[in-house]
């Protein structure tokens, strides 16, 4: 299974993105997968996940409500929608894929693939 992440770039505050991630060798109405984020110096954290049902999880606090996620089958492509960003959402955005299908969605150890990773930089 491969992950390729991309539409990471600068925005301004306030703005918005809408990053991709391109999935091969599963098709991701069979796997959960989920998006993640590392700001430098922290530790990589939970953005929001869907799950092969369909089914979307809740988000993370610090995004709820300014995030969202959704695929397309046919292309067999997860979307992270970022709207409203903020400075703190710089980060490493990855997306991961969880073939296992998971109960704890949240938790990095439940993902079995990784993309290497999307830069969004938010300027204030």
């Known amino acids: 299974v491969q992950l390729q992440a991309s539409g990471g770039g600068l925005v301004q505050a306030g703005g918005s993105l809408r990053l991709s991630c391109t999935v091969s060798?599963?098709?991701?109405?069979?796997?959960?997968m989920g998006w993640f984020r590392q700001a430098p110096g922290k530790e990589r954290e939970f953005v929001i996940a869907?799950?092969?049902?369909?089914?979307?999880?809740g988000s993370a606090d610090s995004v709820k409500g300014r995030f969202s996620i959704d695929r397309e089958n046919a292309k067999n492509t997860i979307y992270l929608q970022m709207n409203s960003l903020k400075p703190e959402d710089t980060a490493v955005y990855y997306c991961?894929?969880?073939?296992?299908?998971?109960?704890?969605?949240?938790?990095?150890?439940?993902?079995?693939?990784w993309g290497k990773g999307t830069l969004v930089t938010v300027s204030s």
């Open positions: 991961a894929a969880d073939v296992r299908r998971s109960v704890a969605v949240s938790l990095a150890r439940s993902y079995d693939y």
């Open positions: 060798g599963r098709a991701i109405n069979t796997i959960n």
């Open positions: 869907i799950r092969w049902s369909g089914s979307k999880t």
